[in-house]
C-alpha cells in the first residue's frame, strides 16, 4: 500500500476515534460539599424531573437546579400491598432527573426522616435516619458528596455530567441494600451533546426493581433475609406491579419508539424484551458510542442501563418483559397499545 493511502487511512481513524474521544472539557471533582443542620423550608422538588414513564425537559444553560427530599412514607406498590417506604422525592423509584451532556448540577437535598405522619405511626420501624445519595452520572469524591447526613440535615454539592446515557441514584448509606430495598433508587438522563442519531416519535423511562417484602399486620416491610438470598416476592417496572397493563403506553404503527431502560435491582440481572419487534438500535448505558443494532433482547446487570429504539410494525398491542419469565411473572411485564 502507498505511503499516500496509509497516511489518509490513519486520519480517518484518528478522526472517527476523536469523535467518541474524552472531552477536554470534561469537569472532574466539584467544590466541597455543604451540610447545613437546617431543613429546607421549601419542600417542593425543583428541576427537570418527572415521574413514572414520563421523560422530563431537559433546562436551557450551562448549570442546572435540582432539588428533592428523603422522606418516610406508605407506598403502594399494588392494590394489595403497601409498606412504609424511604423515599427521593415522596415516591419509589424517585424522580426521573434528566439534563445535558455537560451541564452542572447543583443540587439539594434534606434529609425528612424525622418528619411523621399519624398514618406512619403504626409502624415499629418508623424512625429517623440517616440517608444519602449517590449519582452514578458524577465523577466526584463520594466520601464528600455521598456523605450521610442526620434526620433535619440539608446537603448541597454539584457535580457535571461528563458522560451521556442512562444512570442509576441511589441511596448509599450503609446498609446500602436495606436502603435500596426501602426504596431510595432512581435514574439520571444525560443527553448527548448532539443527541441521538435518530429523532424518535415517542420517548418512556422504564425502572425495573425487586421488592423483597413480608407480610406484618395490614402492611408490608422490607426483608433483608429475602434480599440477601435474592428472592424477590415482585418486581414492578417504575415502581407498581403491572401498571401497564392496565393503562398500557401509547404509539402509533410505524412510529419510531425510544425506552430509556434502567435495571435499579437492586440485586437481579434483566433480559428485557419487547414481543413482536427487534431493537433497530441499542446504545448500551444510553451512552451513542456504545451502539448494537438488531437485537432481541437486551441484558442489563444491577445498575446498568440502556437506550433501545425499535418499530411497532402494526396496529396491535406489544408486551414488553424481563424475559427471565420468573421475573416477568413476579410483575416485571407491561404493554405499549399501537394504534
Given at each position: 500500500m502507498k505511503p499516500i493511502i496509509i497516511c489518509i487511512l490513519a486520519l480517518v481513524i484518528t478522526s472517527c476515534n476523536n469523535k467518541h474521544s474524552v472531552d477536554s472539557k470534561m469537569q472532574y471533582g466539584a467544590p466541597e460539599a455543604k451540610v447545613e443542620s437546617t431543613v429546607n423550608k421549601d419542600t417542593a422538588v425543583k428541576g427537570p424531573l418527572s415521574y413514572g414513564a414520563i421523560i422530563p425537559q431537559a433546562a436551557d444553560g450551562d448549570t442546572v437546579e435540582v432539588k428533592?427530599?428523603?422522606?418516610?412514607?406508605?407506598v403502594s406498590i399494588s392494590p394489595d400491598i403497601s409498606f412504609l417506604a424511604w423515599t427521593f422525592g415522596n415516591t419509589i423509584p424517585g424522580p426521573v432527573l434528566k439534563v445535558r451532556q455537560g451541564q452542572t448540577v447543583k443540587f439539594s437535598m434534606t434529609d425528612r426522616s424525622n418528619q411523621s405522619t399519624p398514618a406512619m405511626d403504626m409502624f415499629v420501624n418508623n424512625m429517623p435516619m440517616q440517608h444519602s445519595i449517590d449519582f452514578h452520572a458524577a465523577m466526584v469524591n463520594p466520601e464528600d458528596k455521598y456523605r450521610s447526613i442526620q434526620p433535619g440535615e440539608t446537603i448541597h454539592f454539584q457535580w457535571t455530567a461528563n458522560y451521556p446515557g442512562v444512570f442509576m441514584y441511589h441511596c448509599g448509606t450503609p446498609m446500602v441494600l436495606l436502603h435500596m430495598i426501602y426504596g431510595m433508587i432512581g435514574m439520571v438522563i444525560v443527553e448527548p451533546k448532539d443527541g441521538y442519531p435518530d429523532k424518535a416519535d415517542r420517548e418512556y423511562a422504564i425502572i425495573q426493581s425487586e421488592f423483597y417484602l413480608k407480610k406484618k399486620g395490614d402492611y408490608f416491610v422490607p426483608d433483608t433475609a429475602s434480599?440477601?438470598?435474592?428472592?424477590?416476592?415482585?418486581?414492578?417496572?417504575?415502581?407498581?406491579?403491572?401498571?401497564?397493563?392496565v393503562h398500557p403506553l401509547k404509539a402509533k404503527a410505524g412510529e419510531r419508539v425510544r425506552f430509556y431502560v434502567m435495571n435499579d435491582g437492586p440485586n437481579n440481572a434483566t433480559n428485557f424484551h419487547v414481543i413482536g419487534t427487534i431493537f433497530d438500535k441499542v446504545y448500551l448505558d444510553g451512552n451513542p458510542f456504545n451502539e448494537l443494532r438488531g437485537m432481541q433482547s437486551v441484558y442489563l446487570g444491577p445498575a446498568?442501563?440502556?437506550?433501545?429504539?425499535f418499530i411497532l410494525p402494526e396496529k396491535g398491542t406489544y408486551t414488553f418483559v424481563d424475559h427471565s419469565f420468573a421475573d416477568a411473572e413476579l410483575g416485571a411485564k407491561g404493554e405499549i397499545k399501537a394504534e
Open positions: 428533592f427530599d428523603v422522606s418516610h412514607r406508605l434480599a440477601m438470598k435474592k428472592q424477590p416476592v415482585a418486581v414492578a417496572f417504575n415502581g407498581r406491579i403491572g401498571q401497564y397493563l446498568s442501563g440502556a437506550v433501545v429504539e
